[in-house]
Nanobody, 121 residues
Framework: QVQLVESGGGLVQAGGSLRLSCAAS????????MGWYRQAPGKQRELVAF???????NYVDSVKGRFTISRDYAKNSVDLQMNTLKPEDTAVYYC???????????????WGQGTQVTVSS
């Protein structure tokens, strides 16, 4: 099995910064894309940012220029640096990874348990 463990959420004032971290462990042959999603109360889960196996990144428009995703391939981990936070960034943030557990297996998505980010105005 594969486990994703997140850390780094919390309460911050608008304009502040937080850094989320996620580490994958377990039976891992390779990891393709890793990313962060978020879900605010009453809203659907949305993709915030992802980074591919070759380092290509993509962000939702609302966080471009404020958030930076990075990855440590040796540690199977992914971070999300969040700057200039806004109240509308408040949500539960989930780590996601597409993991291949064996050489010939298809990659499948795994999720972290979620970490709360609250931005006060």
């Amino acid at each position: 099995q594969v486990q994703l463990v997140e850390s780094g959420g919390g309460l911050v004032q608008a304009g502040g910064s937080l850094r989320l971290s996620c580490a994958a462990s377990g039976t891992i042959f390779s990891i393709n894309q890793m990313g962060w999603y978020r879900q605010a109360p009453g809203k659907q889960r949305e993709l915030v940012a992802f980074i591919s196996s070759d380092g290509i990144t993509n962000y939702v428009d609302s966080v471009k220029g404020r958030f930076t995703i990075s990855r440590d391939y040796a540690k199977n981990s992914v971070d999300l640096q969040m700057n200039t936070l806004k109240p509308e960034d408040t949500a539960v943030y989930y780590c996601n990874a597409n993991v291949r557990i064996r050489a010939l297996s298809l990659p499948r998505p795994y999720w972290g348990q979620g970490t709360q980010v609250t931005v006060s105005s």
